[in-house]
């Protein structure tokens, strides 16, 4: 731990990415603005978007998934959830599909002269997937990263667990609207406390030349550069996901439609990173097999190394790019 504190790494944007699009505290990020086919991602609300983006300097020689789409020929936009403003800590898991993302996914569309590809990762790939059905006309393909649908697959008692982790917070969500940063990492922390030890100590046997600590540094960084959640998507989460297991049961409601995977029709990709202990690939398995002719890529990686790992480019950003260029 001392090792990282004292690491001189510090995330530096050579070329920040315009502005496409905003409303609220929300934006939308502009990777490529002088052409290629637009794909918009999607990522969880609970943390930072620029993991997708993880280090855009040269150090480590640069970890970027949306640069390297770039520079494959695509349009990669990014949703920026940004800081919960006023008009956000009303919204749960719907009302930002409906107050957000469809709004951003029209302008965008009109924009860009017809449909874009919806890309989701994590959490934003179940916002991806009702957008997707309840906007087919704005949506040419939809690839979903990393995306948990099945909630019955996580260990037994998660949402009691979750629930229990937040329980100490309600009065400050009652007051902010939010659940607190501490709250949210607290609960992450719990899915794995050893992995914790083990990577600091992996981190301690590296030499101090060695280009991996810079990527261990922006990564710790960016965990511990978290911003809240919105009261009501949080209660949302875990009450209708994690609780009812909604999504899995086609009963999820947004915007008075009820999202069922298996009234999609438009080419699919469903990415299930094979060691990943945040979405464990049973959850997502499931997902791929609702939704008609969709393709099932494994990623040998976990939940976030694969989309910001050192062999993300190879492993995801390859044939990530490969299929969106054929599909989008």
């Given amino acids: 731990m001392a090792a990282y504190r004292r690491h001189p790494y510090q995330r530096v944007d050579p070329a920040p990415p315009p502005v496409l699009w905003a409303q609220g505290d929300m ?5 490529a603005p002088t052409g290629g086919r637009p794909v918009l991602f999607v ?22 998934i949306l640069r390297d789409l770039a520079a494959r020929g695509l349009r990669p936009l990014l949703v920026d959830w940004g800081w919960p403003g006023e008009a956000e800590r009303r919204l749960d898991c719907a009302g ?10 029209a302008a965008i569309a009109a924009q860009c002269g017809g449909p874009v590809t919806l890309a989701g990762y994590c959490m934003g790939g179940l916002l991806a997937v009702a957008a997707a059905q309840r906007r087919p006309g704005l949506v040419r393909a939809l690839a979903l990263l990393a995306t948990p649908w099945d909630f019955s697959t996580l260990p037994p008692g998660t949402a009691g667990a979750l629930a229990h982790i937040i329980a100490p917070y309600a009065g400050l969500m009652a007051l902010t609207g939010t659940v607190p940063v501490d709250a949210l990492q607290t609960a992450f922390a719990a899915i794995d406390p050893p992995g914790i030890i083990r990577k600091f100590r992996r981190f301690a046997d590296m030499a101090p030349d060695d280009p991996r600590t810079a990527l261990f540094a922006a990564m710790e960084d960016w965990l511990g550069d978290g911003v809240p959640l919105a009261a009501p998507a949080a209660i949302a989460c875990l009450r209708d996901w994690y609780g009812a297991n909604q999504p899995m049961r086609e ?14 029709a438009l080419p699919t990709l469903v990415a299930i990173p094979e060691r990943d202990r945040i979405v464990p690939p049973e959850s997502a398995r499931p997902l791929a097999a609702q939704i008609p002719h969709a393709t099932e890529l494994p990623v040998a990686g976990g939940h976030v190394g694969m989309v910001a790992g050192p062999r993300a480019r190879d492993l995801l950003g390859a044939p990530l790019a490969a299929w969106l260029l054929r599909h989008g």
């Fill in 27 to 31: 934006r939308v990020l502009d990777y």
């Fill in 43 to 64: 990522p969880s609300l609970i943390n930072r978007a620029y993991v997708l983006d993880l280090m855009p300097g040269p150090a480590a020689g640069g970890v970027s």
């Fill in 96 to 105: 930002y599909v409906t107050e957000r993302l469809e709004p951003a996914l």
């Fill in 251 to 264: 009963c999820w409601q947004v915007g008075g439609t009820t999202i069922r995977p298996s009234t999609l």
